[in-house]
Every structure is written in C-alpha cells, then in structure tokens.
C-alpha cells in the first residue's frame, strides 16, 4: 500500500476502541437502523445427528434463509481456539493492524466492512478477511512470530469445508438432487475445488449502539456461510417485515443461505438477508466460513428443477462474475443476472433483454 493510500485508509478507518461518543459519521437514522420484531419464533436449530434433518434443513430454507446446526462434529475446542485467536487478532493496536490493511483494489487483509462504500453511513466494525494462507498476513501482524494463529485458521478451514460440503447436501438433497446432478462435484458429493474465505469481524462496545450499525443489511454472494458467532447477541435475519435475532447456542453454527444456492434452486429457496448490531458493553466477535463453488463452474438453476413451467429464472454465471455483479449492484445483484420476472400469476415475462432496469424489481 502506498503512503498516499494508506493515508486514505486511516482517514476512514477510525480506531472504534477508543472513541468515547459517536461521531455523526457512524449515526444511522432510525429508518435504518429499525428495531427487532419481538415474540417472533427461533430461528430454527437443526441437530445434525437427526434422521430427519434433511427434511428440517429443506423446511428451515424455505422458510427461513437461516437456521443453526448442532451435533456438526467441530470439536468446541477448535471453535474456542478460533475465537481466541480473532481476539487476539483485533485486540492488537490499530497501526499494528493497519500494517496488513487490504489494498484499496484488494480483497484480504484488515479494513472496513466491504459493504460500505454503498452507505453513507460508516458502520461500527472491523473486519479481516482470510483467502488461502494466512502466513503473509501473520508475518505482518506479528513480525516476533504468531504463535499458534496460523494452525487454527488452517485447521479451522480444513473442518469448515467438510460442513459445508456436508450441509450443502443435506439442503440440495431436500430438494431431491442426488450426487450425480452437481457436474462440479465428485462421485461422492466433494468438491475438490471449492473456494472459499475465511471473514473475521469484530464489534467493540459503542458508546450509543441504539444509533449504530454493526454490519449492514446484506446477503452473501457464496452458496452458503456458515458463521460462528460469540455468546453475544448481533446478528439478526429478516422476517417479513421485522428482524429476528439469531441467538447465540453454546456451539452451535449458523447457516446463512447465499445467492449462489438461490441461483442454483431455481429460487425455490432464497438467500437470507441479514444484519449485525452492536451493544454498549461487550466487544462481539463473529467468523464467517464464506463457501463458493470452483472459481471456474457457472452456477446455472439445476435443470432438475426447471421444465416448461419453471423456466430457468438466472443466467449461468461463475462465482467471480458474480462477485463482480455484486459489487458493483450489492443487494440488488441477483436481478442483474435474472432472465425471467415474474409479472402475473400465469406467466413470465423474458428480461434477458431487459436493461435491468426497475421492471425486475420485486
Ligand atoms: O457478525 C455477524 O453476525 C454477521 C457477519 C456477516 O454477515 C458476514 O460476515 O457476512
Ligand atoms: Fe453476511
């Protein structure tokens, strides 16, 4: 990073730990920052070991976006370890920190929320992001050496893409797609290739967390994530018109459902938009396994679940196209590469010529 940009970076990047009111910069309007419906249902939790969880799992897409996992076979130490290094990663000082900021063009390192730059707001968070070896960035972080941070990130991947690979089965299974039906895939079901990056995100305590927004309003553009979050309330899921907290389970995993698998489902089941909110007392840690298929398939509907009634409603993209799409559109990417909308109860009307304009919308 050069001085200039680095200059820029700072300019941006507050050091959250020792602000002691909220700047007008990091204030979002009550629109915004809505309240949580109260009396909603739990999100649902889903025990793995249970003969029915693939009908649980298809039931908890459909109608939720979102549900938790227990009985995953992570071991709960891995889990603490993984916990205890992101502290340890955050709690170092800011220009400790600032020494591996991502590039301003650049996707791993140390930054603000990715999301940020479509609000005008600043959001009250930090984050690193993880794509394959963290040793680069340890070496950065912690010149004297890192202890154990690199072999828990690593472990921590390795055991992540074997859930993922597991519960994105359990939720392709619920709509009777078989091993065979996923070309990317191998004849077990495991995807050799898989991409994926590792987001560690860090909430400090907020002088005024009524005012503030953790993380904003977003879905993510994988095929699922599956996050692990401290035993501190944050993170909440749209419900019709409300939000709903995940609440935190002792070594439960929550899933999140991601645009790719609503491209892949033909939309039968939708990514979860989703939030995260911060609190005046505790500093909230979450880590995000963020899953996409290889870099090089073009997640298309699976034709298993398209015919002359259900035409394909998404054009084939690769994970980085998509990537690109949502950068540039964010929330509003998935109608960027949609080829049919909706308009009546009895038809579909082809947008594939469409210039994307405001007719997708809805
Ligand atoms: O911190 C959380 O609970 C949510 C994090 C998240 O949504 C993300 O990293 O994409
Ligand atoms: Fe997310």
């Known amino acids: 990073m050069s001085l200039q940009q680095l200059d820029a970076f700072r300019e941006k990047h507050l050091d959250l730990n020792s602000i002691k009111e909220l700047p007008e910069s990091y204030a979002w309007s009550s629109e915004d920052n809505c309240p949580s419906s109260s009396n909603s249902e739990p999100v649902p939790v889903i025990n793995l070991k249970d003969s029915n969880a693939m009908k649980h799992v298809g039931y908890a897409c459909k109608t939720w976006g979102v549900f938790q996992v227990t009985n995953h076979d992570i071991p709960i130490t891995l889990l603490n370890n993984m916990e205890a290094s992101g502290r340890k990663l955050f709690s170092l000082p800011f220009q400790q920190k600032l020494k591996a900021a991502r590039s301003l063009d650049g996707v791993s390192g140390y930054g603000v929320a990715r999301i940020s730059s479509f609000f005008p707001k600043l959001m009250w968070s930090e984050g690193f992001t993880l794509i394959d070896s963290p040793h680069q960035h340890a070496q950065k972080l912690w010149p004297q050496g890192s202890g154990n941070f690199c072999d828990v990130i690593e ?38 290739e898989a991409c994926a990056a590792l987001q560690l995100n860090s909430y400090p305590s907020c002088p005024d967390p009524d005012r503030a927004m953790g993380l904003a309003a977003h879905t993510d553009s994988t095929l699922l994530t599956i996050l692990h979050q401290s035993n501190t309330s944050g993170l909440q899921v749209q419900r019709g018109v409300g939000w709903v907290t995940v609440k935190p389970i002792a070594g439960a995993l929550v899933v999140n459902i991601g645009d790719l698998i609503q491209i892949l489902s033909n939309g039968l089941y939708s990514s979860v938009l989703h939030r995260a909110m911060v609190n005046r007392t505790q500093h909230r840690l979450s880590v995000a396994y963020l899953y996409g298929p290889p870099s090089n398939v073009r997640i298309a509907p699976l034709s298993k679940l398209t015919d002359n009634v259900h035409p394909p409603l998404y054009r084939p993209v690769t994970w980085s196209e998509y990537l690109g799409t949502k950068a540039k559109h964010f929330n509003k990417a998935l109608l960027f590469v949609r080829l049919c909308a909706p308009i009546t109860m009895s038809g579909f009307v082809d947008a594939s010529t469409d210039n994307h304009n405001s007719v997708l919308v809805g």
């Open 155 to 192: 472990e921590y991947n390795k055991e992540m893409n074997k859930l993922s690979n597991r519960v994105m089965w359990l939720i392709l299974g619920s709509l009777g797609i078989k091993k065979g039906d996923i070309k990317w895939a191998n004849q077990e079901g495991e995807i050799k």
